[in-house]
């Protein structure tokens, strides 16, 4: 929603640039020709094309839908634990658990 915003404003603002340009009765844009104009419009849709795309596509630290997926996936990270011990049987929990006491050794005997 607010890539779509920023987009509508960018547009907006083009638009109201330009018209404020080619309206204007003052200024030095009045005595411009043809190609001058043109080219100006150019340039000033250029920009704006180019900001739309930054916006699109190069948002730095955006990440849309994952932040949402990420949060959901810290929510379940328990149950994920809880469902990985459910779905061992005896033999592996016992492996599981020795595992655990001689990392658990190990890491006292480092200790000082």
């Avoid at 990420?70 to 994920?80: D, G, H, I």
């Amino acid at each position: 929603m607010a890539r779509i915003v920023a987009t509508l404003l960018i547009w907006s603002c083009f638009t109201a640039i330009t018209i404020a340009l080619l309206t204007s009765v003052t200024g030095a844009i009045t005595r411009a020709s043809g190609v001058e104009l043109f080219g100006i419009v150019l340039v000033i849709a250029l920009a704006a094309a180019i900001s739309t795309a930054a916006v699109w596509t190069g948002t730095p630290g955006y990440t849309g839908g994952a932040d949402r997926a990420l949060a959901k996936a810290k929510r379940r990270r328990p149950r994920r634990a809880e469902d990985l011990l459910d779905s061992l049987d005896d033999e592996e929990i016992y492996e599981l658990e020795a595992l655990l006491l001689a990392r658990e050794d190990r890491s006292r005997q480092q200790r000082p």
